[in-house]
């Protein structure tokens, strides 16, 4: 079974700064892509930006140019760095995993508070 550890969630203020790690157990090659969804409060889950096998990378229009997906193969880590923190940012942040057959893993979430 894969698991999925995100981590480094918080409470910052707005304009601040987070960086979020999510530790996969497996090879991440061994997905066709890592990525981040996040749930507001009140709010339907959306995607945030993803990172496949070969390394291309996307995200939102929401969070583009303030958020930054990347990874540490040796590691098997995948981050997101996030900039520019604003209150609308505030939700909880999974780290997924998909698999060629189409398969998803999640991971169990962290909390991102942005308020001053």
């Known amino acids: 079974q894969v698991q999925l550890v995100e981590s480094g969630g918080g409470l910052v203020q707005p304009g601040g700064s987070l960086r979020l790690s999510c530790a996969v157990s497996?090879?991440?090659?061994?997905?066709?892509?890592v990525g981040w969804n996040r749930q507001g409060p009140g709010k339907q889950r959306e995607w945030v930006a993803t990172i496949t096998a070969g390394g291309k990378t996307n995200s939102a229009d929401s969070v583009k140019g303030r958020f930054t997906i990347s990874r540490d193969n040796a590691k098997n880590t995948v981050y997101l760095q996030m900039n520019s923190l604003k209150p609308e940012d505030t939700a909880v942040y999974y780290c997924?995993?998909?698999?060629?057959?189409?398969?998803?893993?999640w991971g169990q979430g962290t909390q991102v508070t942005v308020s001053s």
């Open positions: 497996e090879n991440i090659f061994n997905f066709v892509a």
């Open positions: 997924k995993t998909v698999l060629s057959t189409g398969h998803e893993y």
